[in-house]
T-cell receptor, first 115, second 114 residues
Framework: SAVISQKPSRDICQRGTSLTIQCQVD?????MFWYRQQPGQSLTLIAT?????????ESGFVIDKFPISRPNLTFSTLTVSNLSPEDSSIYLC????????????FGPGTRLTVL | GDSVTQMEGPVTLSEEAFLTINCTYT??????LFWYVQYPGEGLQLLLK?????DKGSNKGFEATYRKETTSFHLEKGSVQVSDSAVYFC?????????????FGQGTTLQVKP
């Protein structure tokens, strides 16, 4: 399976600032996804990062708050903007391997704390 | 819409005990089913999967069988170890769309005591 890395692994940010999270894969992949895991909760899909076009956002998530870039088939960024304490979560990227997205593999996650 | 329901935790077992974590789902079409595991302080790891009815996924002594008639995918292990202590997530990808979206259950915490 693909090796996925994320930067930073954790960060503490002030209210009103932004954090950009990077996701790097060691091979080209078709599908990349961003998930949020709020404290003690399950994972929720934020958006699908599409290479060369705008990301596809799930209900409840908007581009102004969670802008995403996908400049090539091995890299994506998620920015969490105008931070509030409610944004404190673990953010994970995942990739779908092979011809379909049937199986996803996850990065190690970025733990964000907003003060 | 599609959904996944897991048994509530925490589940606390003694080492070498038998483990069952129940998972049921609601989905249109023919979803693929997964179990992911999250060890303390780490990301998600794929534990096993099944892509069609009656398939059995297995890995590291864990097993789960795709039961279409009962819409279930229960996770089992014959003899748990302390190192199995983690949060286990059941998930599905929709069989009726090709978006690749994973829908997760709420997670079940397993604590194994020596």
């Amino acid at each position: 399976s693909a090796v996925i890395s994320q930067k930073p692994s954790r960060d503490i940010c002030q209210r009103g600032t932004s954090l950009t999270i990077q996701c790097q894969v060691d091979s080209q992949v078709t599908m990349m996804f961003w998930y949020r895991q709020q404290p003690g909760q399950s994972l929720t899909l934020i958006a699908t990062a599409n290479q060369g076009s705008e990301a596809t956002y799930e209900s409840g998530f908007v581009i102004d708050k969670f802008p995403i870039s996908r400049p090539n088939l091995t890299f994506s960024t998620l920015t969490v903007s105008n931070l509030s304490p409610e944004d404190s979560s673990i953010y994970l990227c995942s990739v779908g391997e092979g011809k379909s997205t049937d199986t996803q593999y996850f990065g190690p996650g970025t733990r964000l704390t907003v003060l | 819409g599609d959904s996944v329901t897991q048994m509530e935790g925490p589940v606390t077992l003694s080492e070498e005990a038998f483990l069952t974590i129940n998972c049921t789902y609601t989905a249109t079409g023919y979803p693929s089913l997964f179990w992911y595991v999250q060890y303390p302080g780490e990301g998600l790891q794929l534990l096993l999967k099944a892509t069609k009815a009656d398939d059995k996924g297995s890995n590291k002594g864990f097993e789960a069988t795709y039961r279409k008639e009962t819409t279930s995918f229960h996770l089992e292990k014959g003899s748990v170890q302390v190192s199995d202590s983690a949060v286990y997530f059941c998930a599905l990808t929709s069989g009726s769309s090709n978006t690749g979206k994973l829908i997760f259950g709420q997670g079940t915490t397993l604590q194994v005591k020596p």
